[in-house]
Antibody, heavy 127, light 107 residues
Framework: EVQLVESAGGLVKPGGSLTLSCSAS????????MSWVRQAPGKGLEWVGR??????????DYAAPVKGRFTISRDDSKNTLYLQMNSLKTEDTAIYYC??????????????????WGQGTMVTVSS | DIQMTQSPSSLSASVGDRVTITCRPS??????LNWYQQKPGKAPKFLIY???RLQSGVPSRFSGSGFGTEFTLTISSLQPEDFATYYC?????????FGPGTKVDIK
């Protein structure tokens, strides 16, 4: 069974740091692009960023609100995805989801899809 | 960044109703449009990619259409388990952006 399990989040003070992990099983993690998506309480979904696989140089991309503060990395030997969050702000308070985000190839196009999601973990940034 | 809008923001419907949700990106995204369903307290569930391609295992009452700057998600006959919030997402250009969601509740 394909599964993604995020580590526990927590309460962090503004300006603080926290690293989330996402343990993957049931698929070839090393081949798969992965992403983080967050959802502030009562709000919609917000893409945070992604990391490609080693074949694609583990290239990362980030949303503007987190660029320079958040770092996505992966350890293929441990089947684990990470989200290191620094200089946290109150507006980073959200449920954070890790997702498998591979490309589906069809009719000459590569469609990036977020097809398996973790259960999510709550991060609260408050003094 | 591509801005995504959805309409309506919410709707009330009955079991058996046909429901249509519209998603409009601020610029063309060709067919790089995904749809997700989210129930309260749960992670989103992936429904449709490429604007109209149903993810394996998703019931055939769900369908998607559109190209460019206007897309629709249709539920042909609403079932009790379909009451949820639906999000569109463009994956044409980074940053990938989601629509604000459409909440479908029981009339």
């Amino acid at each position: 069974e394909v599964q993604l399990v995020e580590s526990a989040g927590g309460l962090v003070k503004p300006g603080g740091s926290l690293t989330l992990s996402c343990s993957a099983s049931g698929f070839i993690f090393s081949d798969t692009w992965m992403s983080w998506v967050r959802q502030a309480p009562g709000k919609g979904l917000e893409w945070v960023g992604r990391i490609k696989n080693k074949t694609d140089d583990e290239t990362t991309d980030y949303a503007a609100p987190v660029k320079g503060r958040f770092t996505i990395s992966r350890d293929d030997s441990k089947n684990t995805l990470y989200l290191q969050m620094n200089s946290l702000k109150t507006e980073d308070t959200a449920i954070y989801y890790c997702t498998m985000s591979p490309n589906y190839y069809e009719s000459g196009h590569y469609y990036n899809v977020f097809h398996i999601w973790g259960q999510g973990t709550m991060v609260t940034v408050s003094s | 960044d591509i801005q995504m809008t959805q309409s309506p923001s919410s709707l009330s419907a009955s079991v058996g109703d046909r429901v249509t949700i519209t998603c409009r990106p601020s610029q063309t995204i060709r067919t790089y449009l995904n749809w997700y369903q989210q129930k309260p307290g749960k992670a989103p569930k992936f429904l449709i990619y490429g604007a109209s391609r149903l993810q394996s295992g998703v019931p055939s009452r769900f369908s998607g259409s559109g190209f460019g700057t206007e897309f629709t998600l249709t539920i042909s006959s609403l079932q009790p388990e379909d009451f949820a919030t639906y999000y569109c997402q463009q994956t044409y250009i980074i940053p990938f952006t989601f629509g604000p969601g459409t909440k479908v509740d029981i009339k």
